[in-house]
């Protein structure tokens, strides 16, 4: 069974209680609504340590102890609706310890009366007052723990954490987490995460991201759903590493899981306001709502609006502010319902509506400098989310969970992929023009999952579970790219990708087993297996030789089986997508921990990861055929499946999996009286075939997002975090990281220049593929999006007002070491070009760049004070990021304009947020 720290009992400890101003002795009557107040309690027989842990995660409360008292002895069980002070009675029957009642705080634990001289003359303890930590509980094992109780390199951020930080975006969360970054797409309208090094840009339809995304247990499969603001949270968590065997596919880099507020037996409502420049607007609310004994009902929502920060040139299309591109206009709503009919049964459930009608990212050079538009920016993403839990605890300690959920997501979008154009260019075969155009999208998604587990009373902890997950997917995707010259991609000035049912479909058991060895040691294991299956029905890339103009309304009339078959002015299929591969895994997990005291943990861990393998664009058809009911044709079309589905690298239309596997050695230290935590982990990491994404030109000069394994990469790192009450009214919080991530055998074409790829990374020595002059070394190039080094930190502290408020300032900085966008890791273009094929140096059309392909090292620094009154309800924040208004890149468009843009971090943001809460 986990041991926990005496002085982890502050699990929700409120900071007024370290400065009360007096307390009243337990036999004295207590008026408090919130130590009279009946909770429904469910508290088994435990250490009365771990007892009073529940009591104050169950009741709100916090329970505190003194300073140099060391809890002893057995609580009897708690079960029913009782109030705080008549639990702690019970719990601490026939102890001899003593509570007190902290004004309307909390409780305080004493230890027993002192005889000096005679019965009725005793020794009242003065309860010392010292800086401490807020435990943060997680579930990261599948069980509810403490943070510092965990061995997992885990970063947690509770409720008040999240606030104080201003973290309401996966932007922000990013910049708190050690070794995880963040970046944008514009035209599918994806967010893109990287933990130590390992990701994926694939934002398509097909792709996956090595960081898995669970809501409430559910995962989120797409990088679209990904998005989705960060609002009326209860936690999160960030598990670091390779997490395969509880959390199963796409968890490669690690998993990052969300926790929503649940439903509380009390009335609470919370209100916000907050102002902005670029005209910020957002409002938040919350609404809790008990309904009767058995039933709560929660609701949250939030709008934010924000005027676009991108400036556009006189002879762009004209629009406002609020519409162009990199504006914010988001909404989101979320109703949650928690039943408990029996202490040993719950049930919860939540519905959920995100939707974006922003214009949508666009990348810039920087953000001053304008951009040209003759596509207006519209989005309109709407995603629909079904979660539902249902827990039920058999009279022999066995918890049997279900966890189910359905969600949907549709798209459209229009977005400017030329961004030089002026009005006119869409009609003008003289000029360069390119839009991206989603006319639809629909995501599909349904999870099942059933957990059997023991209770944490034993020295043998099991979890047995079932897992399955499914997904359909389609897409319309058109591309308007003409050039210069009338022309296009393979001479066609415009594609339609149709991809109407590419999905998958996942389903795993899994288990863990936990053994308490002593009361030092504990031995862990664990392992999943199961069978992924990918595929694409009926997808097929069509290549029409004019614009697809919005007076066609997208409408391709009729289509040819292929170039050589279409008539003049035909549009025609370039390449056919079906394919279906599935694959079988397993994954697993073991783990020794060392715990020498309450507050000192060591662990040890393997564990490997698996991501499957990724269906992407197929197969052309050669011939002439005189339509879809030619036999001929039919007999080709079987041909360029079977290629689609072959094992040749050259022909096959997927990528194998990638695994990975990790050693880590990690601590969790308590220091300073329980004030300060330092928590570290230094880890080894094993890739085989590691999936790399990226947009790269077909043979008939198409440019397609194409993925490849490359051969191997070692990835290694140091994690340090810290958190620091400094003192009653400071903390410090931060972290530093080390991460050496990079290829060890690695041969491709580059994907921007694959003619000469030799000006920035020598030719591939191999003789197998000796005839393909075009093919390069990446081996020893750093991982993009893996800085070497990294770190955060933030310091609070709260000055007193006199007798009438509080203000609590705030300042914040990260820093981050160069970070590359591409594998070839080019750095700067010189103006000239090394022929592969010839050897020969030639001019280099776009010129010469100082910084091509990476963000230099760079600082942020954030700033706030908040201010709360005393006997109030209200609060006043005015905070500021960015402050220096640097323009951090955090990812590149194309490696091959002659001016190169970039995906940049938000501006300076200025804002002033008023806030109200009535209880």
């Known amino acids: 069974m986990p041991k926990t720290s005496r002085r982890s009992l502050l699990a929700l400890l409120l900071a007024a209680c370290l400065h009360a101003y007096g307390a009243t002795d337990s036999a004295d009557p207590v008026t408090d609504d919130g130590l009279d107040q009946l909770y429904p309690l469910d508290i088994p027989s435990q250490p009365l ?91 990261a094992s599948k069980r509810r723990t403490q943070l510092q109780d965990t061995p997992m390199a885990i970063t947690a951020f509770g409720r008040n954490q999240l606030r104080n930080l201003q973290i309401d975006s996966l932007e922000d969360l990013a910049i708190q987490v050690p070794s995880l970054q963040y970046a944008r797409n514009g035209d599918h309208t994806a967010s893109l995460l990287y933990m130590r090094g390992i990701g994926s840009d694939n ?248 957990q059997l587990k023991s209770d944490n009373s034993g020295d043998l902890r099991w979890l047995l579970a079932y897992f399955d997950f499914a997904e359909d997917n389609g897409i319309r995707f058109d591309l308007e790219h003409q050039t210069a010259d009338g022309s296009g991609w393979g001479g066609a000035p415009s594609h339609s990708f149709q991809q109407p049912e590419r999905g998958s479909h996942l389903s795993a058991v899994y288990g863990q087993l936990d053994w308490d060895v002593n009361e030092y040691w504990e031995l862990s294991t664990g392992a999943r297996s199961g069978r992924d299956h990918r595929y694409d029905r009926g997808g097929r890339n069509i290549a029409c030789p004019d614009l697809i103009r919005s007076d066609r309304d997208g409408e391709l009339g009729s289509i040819a089986v292929n170039a050589d078959s279409a008539a003049p002015g035909q549009c025609y299929v370039s390449n056919y997508n079906d394919v279906s591969q599935s694959w079988r895994s397993t994954t697993a997990m073991a783990r020794a921990t060392f715990r020498p005291a309450p507050d000192r943990l060591f662990y040890l861990l393997f564990a490997q990861g698996f991501k499957p393998g990724i269906v992407e664009d197929g197969n052309s058809l050669d011939g002439v055929y005189s339509g879809l009911d030619d036999p001929d044709y039919q007999r080709a079309l079987e041909a360029v499946i079977a290629r689609n589905n072959s094992d040749d690298e050259a022909f096959r239309a997927y990528v194998e999996p990638e695994t990975n596997a990790n050693i880590e050695l990690g601590f969790k230290l308590g220091l300073r009286d329980g004030a300060m935590t330092l928590n570290g982990a230094l880890f080894n990491t094993r890739y085989r075939d590691l999936q790399v994404s990226g947009v790269a030109e077909d043979e008939d000069g198409t440019e397609i997002v194409r993925s490849t394994n490359a051969a191997s990469a070692t990835i290694r790192g140091l994690e340090m975090e810290l958190t620091w009450a400094t003192s009653l009214n400071g903390q410090l919080n931060g972290f530093f990281s080390l991460l050496d991530a990079r290829y060890d055998r690695f041969f491709t074409v580059d994907n921007a220049y694959p003619r000469y790829g030799q000006t920035w990374n020598p030719a591939a020595d191999d003789s197998s593929r000796s005839d393909n002059p075009d093919l390069v070394d990446y081996s020893g190039n750093r991982l993009k999006q893996a800085p070497r080094s990294s770190l955060s930190l933030n310091y609070t502290h709260t000055l007193h007002l006199g007798n009438w408020a509080s203000a609590r300032p705030t300042i914040g900085v990260r820093y981050s070491d160069r970070v590359y966008f591409d594998e070839a890791n080019r750095g700067r273009r010189s103006g000239r070009l090394l022929d592969n094929r010839t050897g020969e140096w030639v001019t280099d059309p776009g010129g010469p760049v100082s910084e091509l392909d990476y963000q230099p090292a760079y600082w942020l620094w954030s700033a706030g004070v908040k201010i709360e009154p005393v006997a109030g309800n209200w609060w006043l924040n005015l905070f500021g990021e960015n402050l220096t208004n640097n323009p951090v890149r955090q990812d590149l468009q194309d490696a091959d304009s002659a001016i190169p843009e970039y995906y940049l971090a938000q501006p300076r943001t200025l804002g002033l947020e008023f806030g109200l809460r009535f209880q």
């Open 49 to 139: 340590d771990q007892a009073l842990l529940a009591l104050a995660r169950q009741t709100g409360l916090a329970v505190m102890i003194a300073s140099d008292l060391k809890l002893r002895g057995l609580a009897p069980a708690l079960s029913g609706e009782m109030s705080a002070q008549q639990a702690l009675e019970k719990l601490l029957m026939d102890s001899g310890y003593r509570y007190r009642a902290v004004n309307d705080q909390g409780l305080v634990v004493l230890p027993p009366r002192k005889v000096v001289a005679a019965p009725e003359h005793t020794i009242e303890p003065e309860v010392e007052l010292r800086p401490l930590l807020e435990e943060v509980e997680v579930v």
């Open 203 to 450: 934002h398509t339809e097909a792709g996956d991201s090595g960081v898995a995304i669970h809501v409430d247990g559910l995962y989120s499969s797409r990088a679209q759903g990904a998005a989705v603001l960060l609002y009326d949270l209860d936690r999160i968590e960030v598990l670091r590493g390779p997490q395969g065997s509880l959390f199963g596919r796409n968890s490669t880099g690690g998993v990052i899981n969300y926790h929503t507020a649940r439903p509380q037996q009390g009335y609470d409502t919370e209100f916000s306001v907050t102002l902005g420049n670029f005209h910020r607007q957002q409002l938040e609310a919350m609404v809790n709502l008990p309904l009767g004994e058995e039933f709560a009902l929660r609701w949250a929502g939030i709008s934010s609006r924000a005027d676009g920060y991108t400036d556009y040139t006189a002879d762009s299309v004209w629009a406002p502010r609020r519409n162009r591109y990199n504006n914010v206009d988001q909404f989101s709503q979320r109703l949650s319902v928690h039943w408990q009919p029996r202490h040993d049964l719950h049930w919860w459930a939540s519905v959920e509506r995100y939707r974006d009608r922003g214009a949508g990212g666009l990348p810039m050079v920087d953000y001053g400098i304008p951009v040209t538009i003759d596509t207006p920016g519209v989005t309109d993403l709407v995603q629909d989310t079904f979660r539902s839990r249902l827990s039920w605890r058999t009279p022999n300690g066995i918890s049997v969970t279900y966890i189910g959920g359905y969600g949907a997501l549709d798209r459209t979008q229009a977005w400017d992929g030329d961004r030089t154009g002026p009005v006119g260019s869409e009609t003008d075969p003289a000029i360069f023009h390119q839009s991206n155009r989603t006319l639809w999208s629909d995501y599909q998604s349904r999870q099942h999952e059933l």
